[in-house]
């Protein structure tokens, strides 16, 4: 009996130890699945740490599709004298108070002819004025603040490829060019300004689209966001497509507007007219003339915009159903976007280039890509472009027609185009742009001079008291 009462006090006891083991567990289990989610909420959600207001264009940071919604990316533009920017357009102001043209009333124009492939300056800058006088309502992307401590970035309106394009060569009476003298006075007044001073201009938007614009001025201004047609001339400590943006050309040919062609009513297979003999990377447009102007259905020769060229380069695009983008003196031209403006499928050809927007487009989807040691072996580019059925080449030609808008500059911008496009690629650049200021100014309370002789209990690192 004794033994049956001690079994019965240790399954008791067994059932009490059981009972508050499982609750032990369940409890531990609750709070595991607990901080799990709470981890997990920070890392890829809200954070109840970060005021997810103040990053700028966040409905904009879309790695995998194209956004074409409105944001406010806050732009502060620097009042710089007419000279730098609609001067050049032969603009003159009515008072010497007034900075810029009433936009209201009259629009400078720009140049047209080949002036017109490299002028994204012009529209940026014709945008931000324009969002001081447009609806609170409207679709703007970005929008021009007066105060320079609200801004995401700063911007410069130097049109820096209308100067190299008309005021680079020297006049007789000239020592330096116009297009030097004018370089050489923006860095003067962008490193007086106190707003560089504080980022070393690491916020600062400055364009050089066309190639050989802003040559004497880019080594001083390099920290700044260049915005560029390539980086074919640039060493990549300077530009580089982790620091700066593409941004398209203008193109030059008309944009085919209610295209009712087909694979079959396009008779040319492969088309490429301009400049064959070019220098650096332009060889292969030679080597490529010689092994394609004798094949069948390929027009492939020399031309420009001289004698009524532009229309005729717009019907021979119209007509075919490949176009070569070949590598010239640098790896862009503006050949790529008559060819969309054209709906004509691009074919790539050139090593070093780099696409707009192309983190948020896939240009695979309507463009081909060649290698250039690839394209020179006999009868593979043609073969290649051969191979492409009627199916695949109408599914290109229609991503063509749903993209071509991006590319389209317009006065005022309209959703999605090249305009916004190019704003929504700065405000994606914002973040790191930050990241980068904040880190280089993580000293700047203290100046190493003032610390020369350190008093009793301080002592700075031996680097810095060398």
């Known amino acids: ?14 059932s009490s130890q059981k009972s508050f083991f499982c609750m032990f567990l369940i409890t531990s ?19 109840p740490f970060l005021d997810h207001t103040q990053l700028p264009n966040s409905n904009l940071l879309c790695g995998n599709s194209i956004s074409t919604r409105t944001t406010i990316l806050k732009v502060f533009m620097y009042d710089l004298p007419p000279q730098f920017h609609f001067e050049l357009l032969d603009w003159k102001p009515k008072s010497k108070d007034i900075v810029w043209p009433d936009i209201r009333n009259e629009i400078p124009r720009y140049p047209g002819g080949l002036n017109l492939q490299h002028s994204i300056e012009y529209w940026l800058t014709l945008d931000l ?11 703007q992307t970005a929008i021009r603040v007066r105060n320079a401590s609200e801004a ?34 923006l860095v003067k007044i962008l490193y007086e300004k106190e707003e560089w001073k504080r980022s070393g201009g690491k916020d600062h938007i400055v364009l050089a689209h066309h190639p050989n614009s802003l040559l004497d001025a880019r080594m001083q201004l390099w920290p700044s966001i260049f915005i560029l047609s390539d980086f074919g001339r640039y060493p990549p400590n300077v530009a580089n497509v982790h620091k700066d943006i593409i941004a398209p050309y203008k193109h030059v040919i008309r944009s085919f507007e209610n295209d009712s062609s087909s694979f079959d009513s396009r008779q040319t297979l492969l088309y490429f007219q301009g400049a064959i003999y070019r220098k650096d990377g332009g060889y292969i447009r030679q080597e490529l003339f010689y092994l394609l102007k004798d094949e069948q259905n390929v027009h492939f020769s020399f031309g420009s915009i001289q004698k009524d060229g532009v229309n005729k380069a717009s019907e021979g695009m119209r007509g075919s159903k490949f176009c070569l983008n070949i590598a010239g003196d640098t790896p862009s031209s503006n050949r790529l976007f008559d060819a969309i403006a054209s709906h004509c499928v691009p074919v790539i050809i050139s090593d070093e280039i780099e696409l707009p927007y192309e983190d948020v487009i896939d240009y695979t989807t309507f463009c081909l890509f060649v290698r250039s040691s690839d394209a020179v072996m006999p009868n593979f580019l043609i073969n290649l472009v051969k191979s492409i059925g009627k199916d695949e080449w109408t599914q290109m030609w229609n991503k063509i027609k ?35 200021i904040r880190k280089s100014q993580r000293f700047s309370r203290y100046n190493v001079v003032e610390y020369r002789q350190p008093s009793k209990g301080f002592q700075l690192p031996s680097n810095l008291a060398e």
């Not at 009996?1 to 067994?14: E, H, K, P, T, V």
């Not at 709470?38 to 809200?46: A, E, H, I, K, P």
């Not at 680079?168 to 330096?176: G, N």
Request: glycine fraction near 4%; charge should be positive; include cysteine.
């Open 29 to 47: 289990i609750l709070l595991f699945i607990f901080s799990l989610l709470f981890v997990l909420r920070s890392s890829v959600g809200y954070s």
């Open 129 to 139: 004025l324009y969002s001081e006088l447009a609806n609170p309502n409207s679709l």
């Open 402 to 436: 749903e993209v071509k808008g991006l590319f389209e500059f317009n006065f005022p911008s309209r959703k999605g185009d090249a305009v916004q496009m190019i704003w929504q690629a700065i405000a994606r650049k914002v973040p790191s742009m930050k990241l980068k």
């Open 1 to 14: 009996m004794a033994d049956r009462n001690l079994i019965s006090s240790f399954m008791g006891i067994y």
């Open 152 to 185: 995401d970035v700063i911007f410069v309106p130097f049109f820096s490829s209308l100067c190299f394009n008309r005021y680079s060569r020297l006049k007789p009476h000239e020592k330096k060019s116009k297009n030097t003298m004018l370089q050489e006075e």
